[in-house]
């Protein structure tokens, strides 16, 4: 029992340490993989954003696009 003990105390601050900096590297990696997907998602935000016009832009085209010849016309 003094053995266990012993031991215990001598490997109770490196393993500490370690888990400790284990720990620290992950949440480094978890938090720049978040960091990462909110910014994706702004810029995929901001994208569609730009293209908010895109249908009001297609109806005006529609309307300005000339009319169809008459041989067109004429075959359906």
Do not use: F
């Not at 601050?13 to 909110?38: F, Q, S, T």
């Not at 994706?40 to 010849?69: C, E, F, G, N, Y």
């Amino acid at each position: 029992m003094l053995i266990s003990k012993l031991v215990m105390q001598t490997v109770r601050l490196p393993y500490k340490e370690w888990a400790e900096n284990h720990i620290a590297h992950i949440k480094g990696m978890v938090d720049g993989a978040c960091a990462e997907r909110m910014q994706a998602v702004k810029d995929h935000i901001d994208k569609v954003s730009q293209m908010k016009d895109v249908v009001s832009l297609t109806r005006q085209l529609s309307k300005v696009r000339t009319p169809p010849s008459p041989h067109k016309s004429s075959i359906v």
